[in-house]
C-alpha cells in the first residue's frame, strides 16, 4: 500500500495551494463573474459510493469479458453552464477504470500505471462533494 502520512497530505495540499489554486481562482472568476468564488481544493466521495462504484466496475469488466486493473483519477473542471449552482467553473477529479494495455507484460498479476489503458465501456465515477467551502484547505476538520 502506498499510504502518505497527514505531513506528507497537508505538505501536498499546501504545495498545490502556492503554486497553482491563484491561477486557478482567476479561471473561476472569468468562467462564473464572481470574484469572490474560489475554486474546490478537494473533493469528497463516500466509503459506501466508492465501494459501489468499485463493485460496479468489476460487474461491469466481468459481464464485458474486461480486466479491470485499476482506477485512474483525472482532473475535470465544471463548465460555466452547469447546473448545479456550487459547482459552476469549480474544479473536479473523477475516476475511470482500467485495464492492462494489450501485450503489455505483467509480473506476478502487477501492471504499471504505464501499462494501463482507460475503459470507455465502462461509466466513470464522478460528483464527489467540494470541500465546505470549496476552496479550504487539508485538513478540514
Known sequence: ????????????????????????????????????????????FSLDELKEYIAFVE???????????????YY?????NEIKDDKKGLSTIFF???QAKVGSLQKDGVVTIEDSADIETIDGLNFGQNGNPPSEPYPQL
Open 59 to 73: 460487474n461491469e469488466g466481468k459481464s464485458k469479458n474486461i480486466t479491470v486493473n485499476g482506477l485512474r483519477v
Open 1 to 44: 500500500m502506498k499510504r502518505i502520512t497527514s505531513l506528507e497530505a497537508k505538505e501536498l495540499n499546501q504545495n498545490f495551494i502556492k503554486t497553482r489554486s491563484k491561477e486557478l481562482d482567476k479561471i473561476v472568476e472569468k468562467e462564473t463573474g464572481n470574484p469572490t468564488k474560489k475554486d474546490a481544493i478537494s473533493s469528497w
Open 96 to 98: 475511470v477504470p482500467t
Open 76 to 80: 475535470g473542471a465544471y463548465s460555466k
